[in-house]
Nanobody
Framework: QVQLVESGGGLVPAGGSLRLSCAASGTFFSISAMGWYRQSPGKQRELVAPITSGGSTNTADSVKGRFTISRDNAKNTVYLQMNSLKPEDTAVYYC???????????????WGQGTQVTVSS
């Protein structure tokens, strides 16, 4: 079984910064893609930034130039550095990992429990 535990959320004024972390634990063979999503009340969950096992990244247009995703494969951890935060960034942020439990096994998606980010105006 795989667990994803997020941390780093909180309340921050507009223009501030936060760094989210998501650590994967448990028994598995490998983790390929990881990513951060967010969901605001009344809205669908949206992709914020994905990252491959090789470190290739992308970011949503709404956060481009402000958010940076990175990962430490040795620690099975993905990070989201969020700068110049805006009130519209307020949401629950979730991390996702695509995990191969055993060699030659199919991959499964796992989600973290979410961490609240609130940006005050």
């Amino acid at each position: 079984q795989v667990q994803l535990v997020e941390s780093g959320g909180g309340l921050v004024p507009a223009g501030g910064s936060l760094r989210l972390s998501c650590a994967a634990s448990g028994t598995f063979f490998s983790i390929s893609a990881m990513g951060w999503y967010r969901q605001s009340p009344g809205k669908q969950r949206e992709l914020v930034a994905p990252i491959t096992s090789g470190g290739s990244t992308n970011t949503a247009d709404s956060v481009k130039g402000r958010f940076t995703i990175s990962r430490d494969n040795a620690k099975n951890t993905v990070y989201l550095q969020m700068n110049s935060l805006k009130p519209e960034d307020t949401a629950v942020y979730y991390c996702k990992a695509v995990v191969r439990p055993h060699d030659n096994d199919i991959q499964f998606q796992y989600w973290g429990q979410g961490t609240q980010v609130t940006v005050s105006s």
